[in-house]
Nanobody, 130 residues
């Protein structure tokens, strides 16, 4: 049974840091791209970051570039999202998702398209507030 489980969310002050984890089971990361998405109240779900588990290529939304870092540990079948310099506008439920790995020239253009992901976790709440 394919499963993605997020953890690491919580309440943090502006400027603080959190590290989210996405543990995969029922499949190996080798043939998948893993994306992080977030959804704030009243807003659409948006792509935050993505990592290709074959070569480690990473992608980021402009709003998080330079602050967030995605990484993977294939041995642990886990993907991480290190979030630094957090802002109140980063407040959202964060989801990880998996999609079968397309060619690189497609992934670079389509990593943020949520409907192309096959498996989703249940989400973890991140609240940035003083």
């Amino acid at each position: 049974q394919v499963q993605l489980v997020e953890s690491g969310g919580g309440l943090v002050q502006p400027g603080g840091s959190l590290r989210l984890s996405c543990a995969a089971s029922g499949f190996t990361l080798d043939d998948y791209a893993i994306g992080w998405f977030r959804q704030a109240p009243g807003k659409e779900r948006e792509g935050v970051s993505c990592i290709s588990s074959s070569d480690g290529t990473t992608y980021y939304a402009d709003s998080v570039k330079g602050r967030f870092t995605i990484s993977r540990d294939n041995a642990k079948n886990t993907v991480y999202l290190q979030m630094n310099s957090l802002k109140p506008e980063d407040t959202a439920v964060y989801y990880c998702a998996a999609r079968t790995l397309p060619p690189p020239d497609l992934l670079v253009r389509r990593w943020g398209l949520m409907y192309e992901y096959d498996y989703w976790g249940q989400g973890t709440q991140v609240t940035v507030s003083s």
